[in-house]
């Protein structure tokens, strides 16, 4: 086996050896096996492009692509053209596959599901990663850096996975490391033995050897210091970076810190996950209840509040975190007027649903649980600390159903200064068009909560909006505006539009996250699953404190004190849910085979609950235009690289045969030589000059292109041999004429400075032969043409002028 054939295949190894680190973090390792399958097309066209031999860039280049094509081929093959080049279709795809992936790991415990979204991040990272290491490692031989990208591999694993991935596999991300330094070393040892031959044993003998090749042991001493930096930063990096418990599913972050007002919380956005839980194809449970609530469709389970606006997203603010009072305070804002039931739950979560904020009913006044949980005041929400999550937890809950009048709404006073200054803020960036839009619809209102329910009635029926969980979800100042042009979104359009607007009238809002009432099951209990996961606004109102409003259609129910001023009138044209069995939880699922009764009771039946549904009238990308596109593209890419491509090849051609055995032969091999060095020159700026006998050519070029030394003796043997094949009797065609090239092209690039190097590279001067050689050749074609029988009278005429006969 070869130097670099080896060298390859322990590429592939210790990429694979550090991937290992990444099967604790999702439910099963076949995607390794893919991985690995795709790893080692990618790393054989690796080893076909060097034997070619392109150009570095060139072969990984290539590499690139055929990964870019192995990805299309196994995730997008159905959008891909002839199921393995990416048009715009497939890489739209991938797009998408990504952005689920991502939201995934904001979503999911670990082990998390090998969604295709979190098999393409996972495949698509190792072959990254195997590309780097392929290209230091092998293409451009230089193994110890390419600890870098091993070592950036297994970070990331070990710090996706809490607590980091294990010792077993920081060994065979290790030694994977180590295998590949020792390729790289026997692959130079081989080639020491040279180095120690040519030394003079009566100068040192041995000795003098090893002081002379100091060069080889240089990239060892390299490969050491780096091998104990990437030791070290592995140990280090997995405490600085987030576990994999992000989302509605997975933990978001907890508080730190242990102590009575110790610790803060900080917590990622949950809405990026709601969309892709609406759109599960399975209402997976995730946890179930028991409670004696007079009115269990009003019973929503509350995750978080966020309430930011910093016009590019909704999030929660960073707060102190308290330990857990026996029994929480009284929440800010509710009066004694106001009239307030305490109802108590049991709550099981269950083992697949991780997450770090506990789901509560809003708002709770007291919790039993177990465990290691800390107070948010500000929110209600009780978080996780050192690592405690929601999976497989149980606990009782007392929560305060809160009963306010349209009276008691109306006649709130007016909020204190410093909450409304906090929760009233809004972007400088946000469009003119919701301040007026909100001032349309709530015209003619008296007070902020007419202004609040007529902005609830608006999205839920008045306004020609449509609920659609397909819809591109986002939550700044563009998804608003896109929200109002085209009205049609789910339920994370609907509640932060509806909070930002709320804002911009003067009352305080923000946007809770967390689950609706769920399905009434036969033994009593109410189940909960991925699609109902939900989001909504709550509007300040002094004395009775935060209040719910939803104005999602078809999903939730709309809260009793914002129906008692609805006209009957606007009932009968009203797509307000009802409190019936359409909104409120069914006992048992309906009998039609074409729509289970969640998804009805969702409103995900239809052709708008279908994710990524097509429009029929649109008929796509034609495939001749995708082809033209693609075509097109690999064309622009291509034509730059047509002068470097032909110096290879001419380069190739005329240093690599080993020649025949007769002197004609010989005679050929030492005359391409010499052709190729005076290209080489000229390819360095030096100019050939036909006139100059070889010895004098060879002058020239050690004077101008300031060789000297090694470089310079090959460029005058080189002359010497031409000499003697052209001038001498009997030509003898001497040994080494390759060599001394490669000696001189290396005394010509050392000189040259980086841009000369880069400029010889990739457009070289000598490649104007070409054109030379298609212009020789249709001179030659016009010449054989004309000398064709007949012809010549012909050119005659055509030469001649005409005579007109009167």
């Not at 009997?730 to 060599?739: H, I, K």
Request: glycine residues 12%.
């Amino acid at each position: 086996m070869s130097g670099r054939t080896r060298l390859t295949v322990c590429a592939f190894v210790a990429t694979l050896m550090a991937a290992g680190a990444l099967v604790p973090l999702v439910e099963t390792a076949k995607w390794l096996v893919q991985a690995a399958f795709l790893l080692g097309i990618q790393s054989g066209v690796g080893a076909l492009a060097r034997r070619v031999p392109l150009a570095r860039i060139l072969t990984v280049s290539a590499q690139l692509l055929v990964t870019l094509m192995l990805l299309t081929m196994a995730f997008a093959s159905e959008q891909a053209l002839f199921g393995l080049l990416p048009g715009p279709e497939a890489v739209q795809r991938l797009a998408d596959l990504l952005t689920a992936g991502a939201d995934d790991v904001g979503r999911y415990a670990i082990p998390a599901p090998a969604s295709d979204g979190i098999r393409l991040m996972l495949i698509g990272g190792v072959l990254l990663i195997g590309l780097a290491v392929d290209a230091l490692a092998v293409t451009f031989r230089t193994a110890a850096p390419a600890g870098l990208p091993l070592l950036a591999l297994y970070s990331v694993a070990a710090g996706l996975s809490d607590g980091g991935a294990g010792w077993l596999w920081f060994l065979l991300a290790a030694c994977g490391y180590l295998i590949l330094l020792l390729a790289e070393g026997r692959d130079r040892l081989s080639q020491w033995g040279r180095v120690f031959s040519g030394t003079s044993s009566s100068s040192g003998g041995l000795a003098a050897g090893l002081e002379g090749s100091s060069g080889p042991l240089a990239p060892v001493r390299t490969g050491r210091r780096i091998g104990a930096v990437a030791l070290g930063i592995a140990l280090v990096v997995p405490a600085a970076l987030p576990a994999l418990d992000g989302g509605l599913l997975g933990g978001t972050g907890g508080g730190t810190g242990k102590g009575t007002g110790g610790g803060t919380i900080s917590a990622v956005n949950p809405l990026v996950s709601l969309q892709n839980n609406l759109n599960q194809p399975e209402n997976r449970q995730v946890m179930s209840y028991r409670t004696n609530s007079g009115n269990p469709e009003d019973f929503y389970l509350r995750i978080q509040a966020l309430d930011q606006f910093n016009g590019s997203e909704w999030r929660p603010s960073t707060r102190r975190l308290k330990d857990v009072p026996d029994r929480l305070p009284q929440p800010a804002g509710l009066g004694s007027d106001i009239a307030v039931t305490e109802i108590r739950t049991n709550i099981s979560a269950s083992g697949s649903y991780q997450q770090t904020y506990l789901p509560l009913p809003y708002p709770a006044s007291e919790v039993d649980i177990k465990g290691r949980w800390r107070f948010e005041p500000e929110g209600r929400t009780l978080v996780g600390d050192d690592g405690q999550t929601t999976r497989g937890v149980r606990y009782e809950v007392s929560s305060l159903v809160v009963q306010p009048t349209a009276e008691q709404l109306a006649g709130a006073l007016a909020p204190r200064s410093e909450l409304a200054r906090e929760y009233t803020r809004v972007p400088g960036s946000l469009p003119d068009v919701v301040l007026k839009t909100a001032e349309r619809v709530t015209k003619g209102s008296a007070n902020d909560y007419e202004r609040a329910v007529k902005l609830q009635d608006w999205f839920a029926s008045g306004g020609g909006f449509r609920y659609d969980t397909t819809v591109t979800s986002g939550t700044g100042t563009a998804a608003i505006e896109r929200f109002l042009k085209d009205r049609e979104g789910f339920c994370v359009h609907f509640s932060f539009t509806m909070a930002a607007m709320a804002r911009t009238l003067g009352i305080p809002a923000r946007v809770a996250v967390g689950f609706t009432p769920g399905t009434v099951q036969a033994d009593g209990s109410v189940s909960v699953g991925l699609r109902d996961a939900h989001a909504w606004p709550e509007l300040y109102f002094e004395g009775v404190g935060w209040t719910r409003f939803e104005p999602t259609p078809s999903r939730g129910t709309t809260p009793s004190y914002t129906r008692q001023d609805v006209s009957p009138d606007d009932t009968n044209d009203s797509a307000l849910p009802s409190a019936g069995a359409s909104a409120a939880p069914t006992a048992a699922p309906s009998a039609s085979e074409s729509c289970p009764a969640q998804m009805r009771r969702q409103g995900e039946c239809g052709a708008s609950a279908a994710p990524g549904a097509l429009d029929s009238a649109d008929p796509g990308t034609p495939a001749g235009t995708v082809v033209l596109v693609v075509l097109g593209a690999l064309l622009v890419l291509v034509i730059p690289f047509l002068p470097m491509l032909w110096r290879l090849r001419a380069r190739a051609q005329r240093l690599g045969s080993s020649g025949g055995r007769t002197p004609a032969d010989a005679t050929a091999r030492v005359m391409a030589a010499w052709r190729e060095l005076t290209d080489t020159a000229w390819d360095h700026g030096i100019e050939p000059d036909e006139s100059q006998t070889p010895r004098k050519a060879a002058a020239r070029l050690v004077r101008l292109g300031k060789l000297n030394g090694t470089a310079a003796a090959a460029a005058h043997r080189l002359a010497g041999a031409v000499e003697q094949v052209l001038y001498a009797p009997e030509p003898v065609a001497g040994a080494g004429s390759t060599e001394d090239v490669l000696a001189v092209q290396a005394g010509l690039r050392a000189s040259a400075g980086r841009l000369g190097r880069l400029r010889a590279t990739v457009a070289p001067r000598s490649a104007v032969r070409v054109i030379w050689a298609v212009s020789e050749h249709r001179a030659a074609l016009r010449r054989r043409w004309m000398d064709r029988p007949g012809r010549e009278g012909w050119a005659a005429r055509l030469r001649r002028p005409s005579r007109q006969q009167g």
